[in-house]
């Protein structure tokens, strides 16, 4: 067996603990590579910069814990824009799995910048239905959520005077994982009831999701980690995302090395026979 | 700290480390972690529902504030619960009726009117664009999505994808060409499409490691560092039993 075929038959354990110890190394010792905003990312930032105070801003946080370590850091960036820019947050969820994790960080963002619930900002919680959700809100938000996360009526909550439905909703931004999630916001919603609309998504959407991007149906995406460690550089705060990055560079390129050295591997073991043969004629 | 968080990061890190012994072989620790994951989501998901939908939704509305129209959409609703009864299952066809025909008048309009006339606008756009003062312009630039040679690229890989996918034409000659051309622009977005894709899934291990990380801080009692020798003492144990059970079987 040649040198190229015993890397061939290599245990994929060892290439486990190559990509582990290229994640958890630049995890403990931070290089800080520099990070280049994208158009996309900027789009988002840049409309929320845009909004005067007291504009209404819609975040719905549709993922569970399986994508947080993606849309966890966006969700934390996008909170602590709109309250920096003093917005009146309604903030909500499409996915029942993610309920509790979607209430865990606003009431998190909402105490570190000392706003209050229901007059700065409202959680509305879980409603069934998906997308029926949606349009439901674009005729009658309080038909959709009666109350909010915590039991109290939504009619007559500060936070909400003068919202009827989506209408009335300057900006809306869908961090989703999955479905329900970007694309029903558009279809159910933006197309619909005619607000300007963002999105966040996991890496493995955001490929999918480039074709609404260009041609104008949102204003922007934060892709992935990567989109998160980006509006994190434009808030100049640096998080879970931007630390990340290393971590994210350092395993890519471990990654791209194995991709060359196996197929390197590949072509040299195909060829061997062929040299064997040619000699043995 | 509190001794929630404590405890939270204690089981946090020995779910996270028996998921990831899978990695090295199928094991019981991991076999706990899976069955405890998907029994702790169905739980939360049918208690959540039941609060929203049941308590919050159905119950209150209707005993509170009397709104007995909300009668209707339950019953509908409770004629799928028919399904269980065999001699009665008939009748749950009228509510699954009832949702194909409104989630089909709701999304039928709405999908062709975004995703196929949107993007057919999107890709049909005009070369050559009239700027005021400017005259007419033909942008060069790839950074820029709106540029003309951007439209001239997505117009030649929509066409010859579409092409590759029109099999009542043999693909030779110029055909060939177009549909080679095809093949290239499918290829490009698989490559894009699993660099995210492997990109998501490093995020997710960035994630949990920068959790362990943090739960090996002393305030938690470096419950990373215990739990990995456990789960490291656990592997070893099982991988000699397995071994000493192998020679028996041979004797």
């Known amino acids: 067996m040649t040198f190229a075929e015993r890397m061939l038959k290599i245990d994929r354990r060892i290439i486990f603990l190559v990509i582990g110890v290229c994640t958890l190394l630049p995890l403990l010792y931070p290089v800080g590579l520099p990070i280049k905003i994208s158009p996309e990312v900027r789009g988002v930032y840049d409309h929320i910069e845009s909004l005067p105070e007291g504009s209404v801003f819609l975040l719905s946080l549709d993922f569970d814990p399986a994508s947080k370590p993606e849309l966890h850091p966006q969700s934390i960036s996008l909170l602590r824009h709109a309250f920096r820019k003093n917005l009146r947050v309604i903030a909500m969820t499409l996915w029942v799995s993610g309920t509790g994790m979607a209430d865990q960080i606003i009431t998190q963002v909402a105490r570190e910048m000392g706003k209050e619930s229901g007059k700065d900002y409202v959680f509305l919680g879980w409603s069934p239905g998906g997308t029926v959700v949606i349009i439901n809100m674009g005729q009658d938000l309080y038909g959709a959520f009666p109350a909010d996360y915590n039991g109290k009526s939504t009619k007559g909550l500060p936070v909400l005077h003068g919202i009827a439905n989506l209408r009335d909703v300057n900006y809306a931004v869908s961090l989703g994982a999955g479905r329900p999630g970007v694309e029903e916001w558009y279809v159910f919603g933006k197309d619909k009831y005619k607000f300007e609309l963002g999105g966040g998504c996991t890496g493995v959407m955001a490929p999918g999701l480039y074709p609404l991007l260009r041609s104008g149906q949102i204003n922007g995406l934060i892709g992935g980690l990567r989109g998160a460690a980006e509006y994190e550089t434009l808030m100049d705060q640096k998080g879970r995302a931007i630390a990340g990055m290393d971590a994210q560079s350092a395993t890519h390129l471990a990654i791209i090395v194995l991709v060359i050295m196996c197929n390197l591997f590949y072509f040299s073991s195909r060829n061997t026979p062929r040299q064997q043969g040619h000699s043995g004629a | ?251």
């Open chain 2, 1 to 251: 700290m509190p001794v929630e968080t404590i405890i939270g990061g204690w089981v946090a890190t020995g779910l996270t480390l028996f998921i990831f012994s899978f990695l090295y072989k199928d094991n019981p620790l991991f076999k706990l972690a899976e069955n405890l994951y998907v029994g702790v989501s169905v739980g939360y998901t049918i208690i959540k529902t039941y609060d929203t939908v049941i308590k919050q939704l159905i119950w209150r509305p209707i005993v509170e504030n009397g709104e007995w129209s909300l009668l209707i959409p339950v019953a509908i609703g409770a004629l799928m619960l028919t399904r269980y009864v065999p001699k009665a299952a008939w009748i749950s066809r009228y509510a699954f009726a009832f949702i194909v025909g409104v989630g089909s008048g709701l999304a039928i309009p709405r999908t062709i009117s975004s995703f196929i006339l949107k993007q057919i606008e999107d890709t049909v756009r005009p070369l050559m664009t009239l700027v005021p003062g400017e005259g007419v312009t033909f942008t060069w630039s790839l950074l820029n999505p709106a540029s003309s040679l951007n439209i001239i690229i997505i117009l030649v890989g929509v066409s010859s994808v579409l092409f590759y996918f029109f099999f009542s034409v043999e693909h030779t000659g110029p055909g060939k060409v177009v549909a080679r051309t095809g093949i290239l622009f499918l290829m490009i977005a698989f490559g894009a499409a699993f660099g995210y894709t492997v990109m998501a899934r490093m995020s997710l291990l960035i994630g949990r490691l920068t959790d362990l990380i943090e739960f090996s801080d002393p305030s938690y009692g470096r419950p990373s560092l215990w739990l990995l020798g456990l789960t490291i003492l656990t592997l070893v144990v099982m991988a000699r039993r397995s071994s000493n059970k192998q020679p028996k079987e041979e004797e």
